[in-house]
T-cell receptor, first 112, second 114 residues
Framework: SQQGEEDPQALSIQEGENATMNCSYKTSINNLQWYRQNSGRGLVHLILIRSNEREKHSGRLRVTLDTSKKSSSLLITASRAADTASYFCATLTTSGTYKYIFGTGTRLKVLA | GAGVSQSPSNKVTEKGKDVELRCDPISGHTALYWYRQSLGQGLEFLIYFQGNSAPDKSGLPSDRFSAERTGGSVSTLTIQRTQQEDSAVYLC????????????FGSGTRLTVV
């Protein structure tokens, strides 16, 4: 079953613009991560945010977490063509076994 | 090794045949996970191994699917009597027990059942 739902499903922007993707989830979490996937193969870990954190930055990435709304957002600033990929959120719930449940993903296309 | 290694990269098999997919995790990572991703979809959890504990098999879609992890390292995912709906990319990931840095994924095996 899917724990997370990303929004929008697809996003197309011009190079240099900012891209914002949202993730909503259903149950209480321990932490939430964002991953990038190029060409439908292996995923690359981008950033992890814990349930007691509200915002984290890594380079051009900014992640926010609102546990009261059960949602997170990923902002990519000054986007580049190389940022074209699918982006997934993954949640580690506070109950059940120790595994991440992935959302459905946002397909980002950055036009040069 | 430096990363998670999966083999083969691509596998085409005839319907009804058995296939084995291999995953070699990062040395020292105690946890190993298998996920499946159908075309354009999200990741579907299949099975999880943690150290010597009993695996979490809750995501295996049918009894045609099985997996083992030998010596706490290499894992093999076996699909018996393959069906066309089994066509997908099978992704393996490993992590430390603390999950402090998330998963490290392999490049996946693209399975096509014809």
């Amino acid at each position: 079953s899917q724990q997370g739902e990303e929004d929008p499903q697809a996003l197309s922007i011009q190079e240099g613009e900012n891209a914002t993707m949202n993730c909503s989830y259903k149950t209480s979490i321990n932490n939430l991560q964002w991953y990038r996937q190029n060409s439908g193969r292996g995923l690359v870990h981008l950033i992890l945010i814990r349930s007691n954190e509200r915002e984290k930055h890594s380079g051009r990435l900014r992640v926010t977490l609102d546990t009261s709304k059960k949602s997170s957002s990923l902002l990519i600033t000054a986007s580049r063509a190389a940022d074209t990929a699918s982006y997934f959120c993954a949640t580690l719930t506070t109950s059940g076994t120790y595994k991440y449940i992935f959302g459905t993903g946002t397909r980002l296309k950055v036009l040069a | 090794g430096a990363g998670v290694s999966q083999s083969p990269s691509n596998k085409v098999t005839e319907k009804g045949k058995d296939v084995e997919l291999r995953c070699d995790p990062i040395s020292g990572h105690t946890a190993l996970y298998w996920y499946r991703q159908s075309l354009g979809q999200g990741l579907e959890f299949l099975i999880y191994f943690q150290g010597n504990s009993a695996p979490d098999k809750s995501g295996l879609p049918s009894d045609r699917f099985s997996a083992e992890r030998t010596g706490g390292s290499v894992s093999t995912l076996t699909i018996q009597r393959t069906q066309q709906e089994d066509s997908a990319v099978y992704l393996c990931a490993s992590s430390s027990s603390s999950l402090a840095h998330g998963y490290t994924f392999g490049s996946g095996t693209r399975l096509t059942v014809v």
